[in-house]
């Protein structure tokens, strides 16, 4: 079966990697510049929209990001899942956010800003502090704004309006404000829904940011109460969406209780540890949902961590001996995910002995947060 992702990047790469024992053979299609490519050797298939859609049995997508049109052409074809308004959910925050409501799933406070008034307004009803975030096109921590109390709302009014005026914005750009959380940490789930509905989920995975970018994932096994709590959730917005295919819900945990933070449709980097901490790693459990396969066994394996490689085009020779690299072929620039390295022990303690040996030779400013998650682990 010819499987079309949307999107040519890491995530396209690994299900072509994970398809490949199925017959589950994938290639990728670039939204930017039309053309049709093998996600691993990057060579180029062919071009253009038309001639990808007629080449699948089953088109997808990899990032959510994606416009409308190519969005809805592909829809037509009947081949796209998850379907177009659960991936367009998933790339503007604005239509999110209403979703969130709807499914009645516990999020941040919020308000939609076009105008300086709608900016006062969102503070006089949330306080401060607050974030404020582009609707569309937002990742990494990118197209965010912070307002803390005492800061000058006209100067963030100034960027805001900047940022939603310049020439090469896209229709339909607008921010949303939202109450700062002050989350005791961030966790995320992984789940899959097949086309009749049967649904499963992964264990829940501890995530770790610098500068808005994820560095660090630890699968948390234990915590039965949350993993209960997240699961609930993930299936409520699933099946409001009626969806098909693996989707990521990123949480604040506050004192123990989740707030939905984003959602993302399609796998998502918090989960790439189920490449060795599960039976049926999350990229093979999407192309099992979106071509109708029954679903892999989502169980834990072994205890896992997942640390991204940022910018960096090598990591030294022991990382080998010490874990499982995965490189996606990307130059490196400052910054950017080129790889990322999963760390597998048979015990919790057995991880954070394993951890704390991969941050005595990985570099501190290059991969942060690595030590203190193996002493927190310990
Ligand atoms: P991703 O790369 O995960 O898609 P993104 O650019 O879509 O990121 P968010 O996940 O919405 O952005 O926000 C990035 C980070 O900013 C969050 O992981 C969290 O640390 C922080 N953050 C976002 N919203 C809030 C909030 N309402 N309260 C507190 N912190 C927040
Ligand atoms: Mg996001
Ligand atoms: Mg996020």
């Known amino acids: 079966m010819n499987i079309l992702v949307l999107g040519a990047g890491q995530l396209a790469r690994m299900m072509a990697l994970a398809g490949a024992p199925l017959n589950l053979i994938v290639s990728a299609y670039d939204v930017r510049s039309g053309d049709i490519i093998h996600p691993l050797t990057l060579q180029p298939l062919g071009h253009g929209l038309n001639t990808a859609i007629a080449g699948a049995d089953i088109i997808t997508a990899e990032f959510e990001h994606i416009p409308?049109?190519?969005?809805?052409?592909?829809?037509?074809?009947?081949?796209?899942?998850?379907?177009?308004?659960?991936?367009?959910?998933?790339?503007?925050?604005?239509?999110?956010?209403?979703?969130?409501?709807?499914?009645?799933?516990?999020?941040?406070?919020?308000?939609?800003?076009?105008?300086?008034?709608?900016?006062?307004?969102a503070v006089d009803a949330l306080g401060a502090p607050l974030v404020l975030k582009s609707t569309?096109?937002?990742?990494?921590?990118?197209?965010?704004?912070?307002?803390?109390?005492?800061?000058?709302?006209?100067?963030?009014?100034?960027?805001?309006?900047?940022?939603?005026?310049?020439?090469?914005?896209?229709d339909g750009q607008a921010i949303i404000a939202e109450a700062m959380i002050p989350f005791d940490r961030e966790v995320s789930l992984i789940g899959v829904r097949g086309a009749n509905g049967e649904f499963a989920s992964y264990s829940l995975t501890q995530n770790h940011h610098h500068d808005g970018i994820l560095t660090l994932s630890v699968v948390r096994p234990d915590e039965h109460a949350l993993q209960t709590q997240a699961a609930d959730m993930l299936e409520k917005i699933a099946s409001a969406l009626n969806y098909v295919g693996v989707l990521a819900v990123e949480f604040f945990?506050?004192?123990?209780s989740l707030l939905v933070n984003e959602i993302?449709?399609?796998?998502?980097n918090?989960?790439?540890?189920?490449?060795?901490?599960?039976?049926?790693?999350?990229?093979?459990?999407?192309?099992?949902?979106?071509?109708?396969?029954?679903?892999?066994?989502?169980d834990l394996i072994q205890p896992t961590a997942m640390i991204n490689i940022l910018g960096q085009g090598s990591v030294p020779l022991a990382t080998y001996r010490d874990a499982h690299v995965h490189w996606y072929n990307k130059t490196p620039r400052p910054g950017?995910?080129?790889?990322?390295?999963?760390?597998?022990?048979?015990?919790?303690?057995?991880?954070?002995?394993?951890l704390a040996s991969l941050a005595s030779?990985?570099?501190?400013?290059?991969?942060?947060?690595?030590?203190s998650a193996a002493l927190a682990l310990a």
């Open 68 to 121: 409308a049109d190519i969005l809805h052409q592909c829809e037509q074809s009947g081949k796209l899942r998850p379907s177009a308004q659960a991936i367009l959910t998933g790339g503007d925050r604005q239509i999110e956010k209403a979703l969130l409501m709807q499914a009645g799933v516990a999020n941040a406070p919020y308000r939609v800003v076009y105008t300086q008034a709608d900016l006062e307004k």
């Open 336 to 354: 950017r995910k080129v790889g990322h390295i999963n760390v597998t022990a048979t015990s919790n303690a057995a991880l954070a002995t394993k």
């Open 264 to 268: 993302a449709p399609r796998v998502h």
């Open 270 to 298: 918090s989960g790439h540890w189920t490449q060795q901490g599960s039976a049926c790693c999350q990229f093979e459990n999407h192309l099992r949902a979106v071509s109708g396969l029954p679903l892999g066994p989502t």
């Open 253 to 256: 945990d506050v004192d123990g």
């Open 136 to 170: 569309l096109d937002g990742y990494d921590g990118k197209g965010q704004w912070r307002y803390r109390d005492g800061d000058d709302l006209h100067a963030l009014w100034a960027e805001l309006d900047a940022f939603l005026s310049a020439p090469e914005q896209r």
């Open 361 to 371: 030779y990985l570099p501190d400013d290059a991969f942060h947060g690595l030590k």
